[in-house]
């Protein structure tokens, strides 16, 4: 079975640029999270979605960042405009609502802004 | 609110050597879960296991071994015999309300394991 699918895997962009960065979740799950890690910051959950529908995005950090999940199979996270301190590596996750409480990761996506 | 203490950050050993990732969490929750991950160099984050609040029996798994102590709120990460491809960073992560809406992961910062021919 095919995992969390997130493209492109390294974006390098000039600031002020939109970015969009994009997930396919693992077919069935029902929960998608996006996470940013950098080395300050450690592991920082931005927002997660619960069947399409965003149900916490006190993570994100600024109003130049937002989300999407218009279906089932399908998200993006979008910077714009996008800054150097944005720079950092995005991953996706999902899991089920039930049974297995686990997230998969995707494998990334190393973005730098410069 | 909840937080995963990983005191260790970086931990050196020699390939075939013991080595235990200690993790200490926090939570006022009765239910919860506890997880581990590791990040190779590769950069992707692979889940190793998961362990709820209410079963605290030890958990060994080839070299891996779990040991979850409600008492000292612990859940430390054993290898046995470790190898160069167990080089890695570990994050062990706390979940709490599996039941409810809250799904966040709160993570600790991680170890860094250096596995030495």
């Known amino acids: 079975d095919a995992g969390v699918i997130q493209s492109p895997r390294h974006e390098v962009t000039e600031m002020g640029q939109e970015v969009t960065l994009r997930c396919k979740p693992i077919s069935g799950h029902d929960y998608l999270f996006w996470y940013r890690q950098t080395m300050m910051r450690g592991l920082e959950l931005l927002i997660y979605f619960n069947n399409n529908v965003p149900i916490d995005d006190s993570g994100m950090p600024e109003d130049r960042f937002s989300a999407k999940m218009p279906n089932a199979s399908f998200s993006t996270l979008k910077i714009q405009p996008s800054e150097p301190r944005d720079s950092a590596v995005y991953f996706c996750a999902s899991s089920f609502r039930q049974g297995p409480y686990e997230q998969y990761f995707g494998p990334g996506t190393r973005l730098t802004v410069t | 609110a909840q937080k995963v203490t990983q005191a260790q950050t970086e931990i050196s050993v020699v390939e075939k050597e013991d080595v235990t990732l200690d993790c200490v969490y926090e939570t006022r929750d009765t239910t919860y879960y506890l997880f581990w991950y590791k990040q190779p160099p590769s950069g992707e984050l692979v889940f190793l296991i998961r362990?709820?609040?209410?079963?605290?029996q030890n958990e060994i798994s080839g070299r891996y071994s779990w040991n979850f102590q409600k008492s000292t709120s612990s859940f430390n990460f054993t290898i046995t015999a470790s190898q160069v491809v167990d080089s890695a960073v570990y994050f062990c992560a706390l979940r709490i309300s599996p039941s409810g809406s809250a799904r966040q992961l709160t993570f600790g910062s991680g170890t860094q394991l250096t596995v030495l021919p």
């Open positions: 362990r709820n609040s209410f079963d605290e």
